[in-house]
């Protein structure tokens, strides 16, 4: 395709968006591609210290349609400032700032909140360590084999370009492998791997008295008993049935800038607000729609809970989950308000995903306390009445009937598999019956199913490590 063909079809594709969304809407479009692009850059250039030209390639390849963007962006990363600033033939200008401790927030020209980092009070770690010194090598021949296919690249695309996979057996790393530039302290993007752990910092305020999964979520903007949003649970916001019309964050490609949800990810200061202004779309607790406005309308919830300012926040999370399960490579990013931006935007290292996974496989206990309320594991994986993708209380299922559960038992996936999932390849993946947890991360395209090799790399895992106990007698 000619340049001039390019510039035609990205003015006609913009021009149809404004007959379809109307003039503000249509406005946005640019915003939401250079915003998505500038607030993942920012991230793994000054927090994960990528190269960012590899990690723009990468990523938008695994983005199908971007290619019709991305050429025409301008993007220029200040490493003195650290920031980057990406523009859409001179218009949609977003621009990322990085802030020690706080990660990249997406800044709209009028500032983003000041947020003091809460102190670390050295809390010692309840979990016990996963690995000794240095990294651990693939524990058998077949761990070896599982790893060198899930790196393998295919000779023709989609590619899997697998940047970590950590494997962990009854408590211990039992293999791992990395890609050029990233190690296991590299904190990487996790993407919607980011609503499990919200989710985990939800259950920790409902077993602590401070929330309730039932009855009217505490929403200032939702208290008039006659408005139809009065009757939203925390329950239905962490199964996203709570109905509220802001599209759907099912799709990584570059149909989705279209959605309002990432109008309000990409071209709003206060994501929160945003999601808690928008009406219904159905009554409450009555269809299934997958939308990351759920989730951070739970962090403004989280933050409420916890204090009110962006450090009550941060410290809470770091007190209460981090810190015992020994997470110190994570970085919480935040909106231009001081929200958690608790949808998408968690970095961690590929061993603290292994570490939040094993909290789960612990039914919720590290080093004997209790962190997760009794049952909270149970409940995040118990399937949500017609998700047909198969998705719990904040993570993905196997449980229930739906199609993703089915699809993913037929390709040799544990029916008690459930798991942390981010767009474009993240997997933090829990087998209670084999005593794995699995952490993949990469850039994979979404679709077909098939093309991050994870069906293949669970497969193989539980394969090599039920023939390594059998052979060492072990569980």
């Not at 218009?91 to 947020?115: K, N």
């Not at 077949?142 to 899930?150: K, N, T």
């Not at 999601?275 to 269809?287: H, K």
Request: with cysteine; hydrophobic share 40%.
């Amino acid at each position: 395709m000619t340049r001039r063909h390019k510039i035609v079809l990205l003015t006609t594709a913009i021009a149809c968006a404004g007959l379809a969304l109307g003039v503000a809407r249509a406005r946005d479009v640019p915003k939401v591609a250079t915003g998505f692009i500038a607030d993942t850059l920012c991230s793994e250039t000054f927090v994960s210290r990528l190269d960012p030209q590899r990690d723009l390639a990468e990523t938008t390849d695994a983005m199908p349609g971007t290619g019709l963007l991305t050429w025409a962006m301008n993007l220029q990363i200040d490493r003195t400032r650290r920031d980057v600033t990406v523009t859409l033939f001179g218009i949609g200008r977003s621009h990322a700032v990085y802030r020690e401790g706080l990660g990249c927030t997406l800044e709209h020209g009028e500032g983003i909140a000041a947020v003091a980092l809460p102190t670390d009070d050295k809390q010692p770690a309840l979990l016990p360590e996963i690995a000794g010194e240095g990294i651990v090598p693939p524990q058998s021949e077949e761990l070896s084999a599982a790893l060198d296919r899930a790196f393998a690249e295919p000779a023709q695309p989609p590619y899997r370009r697998t940047r970590a996979i950590v494997v962990m057996k009854s408590g211990r790393i039992i293999a791992e492998r990395y890609a050029d530039g990233v190690g296991p302290e590299t904190q990487l993007l996790g993407f919607s791997m980011t609503k499990s752990v919200m989710s985990a910092l939800t259950g920790i305020l409902v077993r602590q008295g401070k929330l309730k999964l039932d009855g009217p979520a505490p929403i200032a903007a939702w208290q008039n008993p006659d408005d139809p949003r009065h009757a939203i649970t925390v329950d239905q916001l962490l199964r996203h049935t709570a109905g509220i019309a802001l599209g759907s964050s099912l799709q990584a490609s570059l149909g989705s800038v279209l959605e309002p949800v990432n109008t309000m990810k990409y071209a709003e200061d206060d994501m929160a607000s945003f999601a808690e202004r928008a009406p219904l779309a159905t009554a409450p607790g009555t269809a299934w729609n997958y939308h990351d406005g759920n989730f951070l309308i739970l962090a403004h919830l989280l933050r409420d809970a916890a204090g009110g300012k962006p450090a009550d926040a941060l410290a809470f999370a770091r007190r209460e989950l981090f810190a015992p399960l020994g997470m110190h490579h994570v970085t919480l990013q935040l909106d231009g308000a001081g929200t958690i931006e608790g949808s998408g935007a968690m970095m961690a290292s590929p061993r603290d995903w292994a570490r939040f996974g094993q909290l789960y496989l612990n039914d919720g206990v590290a080093g004997g306390k209790r962190i997760l309320p009794e049952g909270w594991v149970n409940y995040s994986a118990t399937a949500t009445p017609n998700a047909w993708v198969g998705v719990g209380a904040g993570f993905w299922t196997n449980q229930g009937d739906g199609f993703g559960a089915k699809f993913r038992i037929k390709h040799g996936w544990p029916r008690d598999a459930f798991f942390a999932k981010g767009t474009i390849g993240q997997y933090t993946i829990v087998i209670p019956s084999e005593k794995l947890v699995i952490v993949r991360l990469g850039r994979s395209p979404n679709a077909p199913p098939e093309a991050d090799g994870v069906f293949d790399l669970v497969r193989d895992v539980v394969a090599a490590t039920r023939e390594r106990g059998k052979v060492a007698g072990v569980n």
